[in-house]
């Protein structure tokens, strides 16, 4: 059987200013940083190992892949994939979170929205490829658009894990796009709209299908950030 360990990249300045990052890139924080080599420590201190390492063609994503793999002490390389990629948003790409909610649906403070359930992430996603049509070509994405190219990607990670005898396999991707595919395959995700930064969420594949095991999983980022706190003490 084949594992996926599905993590969503380190904090990243735009996170940190509430800003709209799809296929705009902005550097990992220190923070972000520290918490990608703590989740490597975290999979070394529980004994994972990786056959196969992939990553988001963009920044934050390859640059958490290998801050894991360096605190793990795997020297596996990355494996860059543009099916990982966020949300494409468009002409919305680095606004202000609030400005862009403001200009699409109305809404004046996006993740309070967000956290209330007065909006969802395919309804977001949907409105900026609307409000794109002015744009030639439209490059924004709609929530179908998103799942559907993740869907591929990672069942192209999993066919090839199989054939290949990988057994766990690390992927590196974005938050919205990771929510929106877990609706696709009909996984109870309970009304969360963001995943956590350095969360894990495992999936097994067996007989062509993913089954969630895990979800959002902080654990192992927690037991590696325990470990380091104990070796700098």
């Known amino acids: 059987m084949t594992t996926l360990y599905l993590v969503r990249h380190g904090q990243t300045e735009f996170n940190v200013q509430k800003r709209v990052q799809g296929m705009a890139d902005s550097a990992l924080t220190p923070k972000g ?24 063609d963009l920044t934050r994503a390859i640059d958490t892949a290998h801050f894991i793999l360096s605190g793990l002490g795997e020297p596996l390389p990355v494996t860059t994939l543009m099916g990982l990629r966020e949300e494409n948003y468009g ?72 054939t290949k005898d990988w057994q766990r396999v690390l992927v590196v991707t974005h938050g919205t796009a990771a929510l929106m595919w877990l609706n696709y395959i009909h996984y109870n995700i309970d009304g969360r709209e963001m995943l956590d930064n350095a969360s894990v969420t495992k999936l097994s594949w067996t007989n062509e299908r993913f089954r969630v095991t895990d979800f959002n999983d902080l654990g192992f980022l927690h037991q590696g950030q ?3 706190g104990e070796a700098s003490a």
């Open 91 to 162: 002409k919305f790409e680095g606004q202000l979170a609030n400005d862009f909610s403001l200009a699409t649906m109305g809404v004046a403070n996006f993740h309070k929205a967000l956290a209330n359930r007065e909006i969802t992430l395919a309804q977001t996603a949907d409105a900026a490829f609307a409000a794109n049509m002015d744009q030639h070509p439209n490059t924004a994405e709609t929530n179908r658009m998103v799942q559907e190219r993740l869907n591929r990607t990672l069942r192209a990670i999993a066919v090839e894990a199989e």
């Open 33 to 56: 940083i520290a918490d990608a080599k703590a989740l490597g420590l975290g999979f070394k201190t529980a004994d994972i190992r990786f056959d196969a390492a992939f990553a988001s």
């Open 226 to 228: 325990k470990v380091a």
